[in-house]
DNA sequence: ATTATAGGTAAGTTATATTGACATATTATA
DNA sequence: TATAATATGTCAATATAACTTACCTATAAT
């Protein structure tokens, strides 16, 4: 049988500091426009997943970002007043809210994502296409665990 | 020019999210344990950097963590009173402090590493070499931005 | 002698999240 | 129709992890 290196435990331990160290930086990036409209890492994860999944109602947004009701709504609170998403009542079960940017939030995403998006680019753009596939591949394993 | 779909604005947010999600399930699995001792995701970073870099110096603890003194102070104050770290100065540059986990301490690790290890060993197992080191190629790229 | 480095600490604050309890409106089901 | 389930909202208290600002000691380097 074949020895396979990166199944060993100091591998392993590698992997996962690279997973936590490419998490932060993926997430740092963009602190600056964070900063500038009183935001923070929360709220940066709910306008992206906004951007990903327009009208996307609130129990599904709780389910994609596994927080409590209660968290979630502070950040809501906080994108309401700083108008940029609004609320639409289903029409045929009307229990159910979906949640959409507005113009402004999509511009203010969009700022966001400029910053946010270059260091996965760059490394992209860097990799040929197999490398790229076989990343998102283990990473889908990963999650899928 | 070939057209590369992965370099699209949708598929960077798809890839964004996936680091995301596989960033909290990674660091999510061994959180029976952390209770367990009634310790945190900053105590389970340190002990896995502790685990890795034995003997590893407060200021390179700190560049690794990307925290402040402060912050890495009281997880490092909640391990001692755990009795699972202890220091050594350096025999050359007395300022300098090298950190360490007893024995006590590597079996938390090792307690805590069991249930966290599985889901990337699991995806590792299921994947090919190849997918497996061009996986470690693009995380690589990705955090050194 | 002066400056830089390594590390520690105190006080106050902020961001994000939790638990538990309770409330309302709407829809589905026995 | 009565009851249960679902979707959402909210109050209060608490926890975790981080921050800023400021100041401190000890040691090493210039």
């Keep these: ?6 199944l060993k435990d100091d591998q392993l331990k590698d992997l996962i500091e690279k997973i936590f160290v490419g998490y932060r ?6 602190k600056k426009i964070l900063d500038k409209y009183s935001i ?8 992206h997943l906004l951007s990903m ?19 979630l709504n502070r950040v809501l ?3 309401i007043k700083l108008e940029i998403i609004i609320f639409k ?4 079960d009307t229990r159910i809210k979906h949640v959409y940017l507005n113009e402004k939030g999509k511009k203010i995403f969009e700022e966001i994502f400029l910053l946010q998006k270059k260091r ?8 040929s296409s197999e490398e790229v596939i076989n990343f998102d591949k283990v990473l889908k394993k990963i999650i899928n665990g």
Tied chains: 1, 2.
Excluded: R
């Design 53 to 71: 999944y327009e009208g996307i109602s609130i129990s599904k947004l709780l389910a994609k970002l596994k927080v409590t009701k209660q968290s």
């Design 120 to 127: 996965i680019y760059n490394a992209l753009l860097d990799s």
């Design 25 to 30: 930086e993926t997430f740092s990036d963009s």
């Design 77 to 79: 609170k906080d994108l």
């Design 40 to 47: 923070g890492l929360a709220h940066q994860k709910v306008i």
């Design 89 to 92: 009542k289903d029409e045929i």
């Design 1 to 6: 049988m074949k020895e396979l290196l990166y």
